[in-house]
């Protein structure tokens, strides 16, 4: 239980009790760092009670639970025993993707009528989305376990791009670290911009990230999944992205017909064989931005851009920001020096 020294409501406001569930195989950081942020914005000092939050770690029972990366955890409180809540939060894990924890989750959380908000932080949408109170509404959850919540639950429509997603009263949030950008608008939401900016400040976090999840994603995810023959041409196109790769280029390279090459390419990739080349091509104009390269426009043509322009709008089109924004955020300054004047028009 977490408090702390001010309510801007009024100092004889009830503080809004926070209800984050655990269970065997949680997330660590998706529990942790949602409590984190509601204890900052209490007041961040463990000695006071707060005027604003209170938070709760519910169990499935009494007993110390286990993350998934070992940590023990001890409950305040259980689905049982649990007071009423203001928000319930529900973090993800693999824990929470088996049968009897997201039955029992999802059969508590259609007993929360009374709650004001549901929320579920990366995969702890399977909870969420079990308890059939999202059907019909709109979500996210990592953009790795994205087409596969999709299938699950066709009754929602997935966001796969979104850091947060708002749906009335429910809540969810793209992979660990996104809850904390999620909690923070919660934070903001109860007690407005000043104390939301001045939690973000003390976590060291953009209080609102410019983009969506696909910036921070594995950039070659889908390579997994490809046989050796197209594994073969990935690395071939990698190793001179400049190259002008048509179709037929690409086909080729596999041993298939341009027909056959299309066809096998989406099944094997879930996109054209453009779509991937131009993935391909950001990821690495994104790598040598990260890597300190000099010059932007020198950057997309060497990565095979026609143009500035068609880099900076497929850029903006894939990760929700201009080069020269997710440079700013994700570089140094001294690299951000070295292309101050084309910065402008990228």
């Known amino acids: 239980m977490r408090k702390s020294t001010s309510h801007p409501q009024g100092k004889h406001s009830a503080p809004k009790r926070i209800g984050i569930l655990g269970f065997d195989g949680v997330a660590a950081l998706d529990l942790t760092g949602v ?3 509601f204890y900052v914005a209490g007041g961040n000092d463990w000695r006071k009670p707060s005027t604003r939050y209170e938070t709760l770690v519910i169990g499935l029972s009494a007993r110390p639970f286990r993350a998934e ?22 973090p993800g894990g693999p824990g929470l993707r088996e049968d009897k924890i997201n039955r029992t989750v999802a059969a508590w959380l259609r007993t929360q009528t009374g709650a004001r908000r549901l929320v579920s932080v990366c995969t702890g949408l ?13 979500a996210t959850t990592h953009w790795f376990h994205a087409g596969d919540a999709a299938r699950r639950f066709p009754n929602l429509t997935i966001a796969p791009d979104a850091i947060f997603v708002k749906d009335g009263r429910f809540y969810s949030s793209a992979g660990m670290t996104a809850g904390i950008d999620l909690s923070l608008a919660l934070v903001e939401e109860d007690f407005g911009p000043q104390l939301a900016l001045s939690t973000a ?51 080729a390279k596999a041993g298939l017909s341009s027909r056959q090459f299309a ?13 991937y080349l131009e993935m391909l091509r950001l990821d690495e104009a994104r790598l040598r931005m990260t890597q300190g390269e000099r010059g932007l426009a020198r950057i997309a ?18 990760f929700g920001v201009t080069p020269s924004q997710w440079r700013s955020r994700f570089t140094s300054s001294s690299t951000r020096g070295q292309d101050h004047e084309i910065a402008s028009r990228l």
């Open 201 to 251: 400040r003390q976590l060291v976090v953009h209080m609102r990230r410019a983009g969506g999840q696909l910036q921070y994603s594995e950039p070659l995810k889908f390579q997994m999944h490809a046989g050796d023959r197209f594994a073969e041409l990935v690395a071939a196109i990698l190793s001179d992205l400049g190259r002008c790769w048509s179709v037929e280029a690409m086909a």
């Open 126 to 138: 399977y909870g969420l989305a079990a308890s059939g109170l999202l059907d019909g509404r709109r």
């Open 301 to 318: 043509h060497a990565t095979g851009f026609a143009s500035d322009d068609v880099f900076r709008r497929a850029f903006e089109r894939r």
């Open 35 to 37: 409590l984190d942020t």
């Open 69 to 90: 990366s070992g940590l023990r955890l001890v409950p305040d409180a259980t689905l049982k025993t649990a007071p009423s809540l203001d928000t319930v939060v529900v």
């Open 263 to 275: 066809r096998r390419f989406k099944d094997t990739f879930g996109q054209t064989p453009a779509a």
